[in-house]
């Protein structure tokens, strides 16, 4: 555990509150899960994909909140991975 604990606290403070404060990942595996366990056996990949993607666009249509502390974030994050990060 403290393994995995102590990169998260190498970065600034502006980028960890948005990491903590925004379950983006949780919430969308969440909404996934919810629509799959209501579903039997699915006849092929291809219909897990359709239902995914349906899912998804759903699920995209409630983002409307920006992320709180984003601008900040965002500075650091161009500051550490200017290389990766396009302005």
């Not at 919810?34 to 409630?62: M, Q």
């Not at 909140?65 to 984003?70: G, L």
């Amino acid at each position: 555990m403290r393994e995995r604990l102590t990169p998260f606290f190498a970065y600034p403070e502006e980028i960890r509150r948005v990491i903590y404060t925004t379950n983006a990942i949780e919430a969308v595996n969440r909404s996934l899960r919810k629509v799959l366990k209501t579903r039997g056996a699915l006849p092929s990949d291809e219909s897990l994909f359709k239902l995914l993607y349906l899912a998804l666009r759903i699920i995209t249509r409630k983002w409307t909140m920006p992320v709180p502390h984003w601008r900040a974030a965002l500075n650091q994050f161009a500051i550490i991975f200017e290389d990766r990060l396009p302005l």
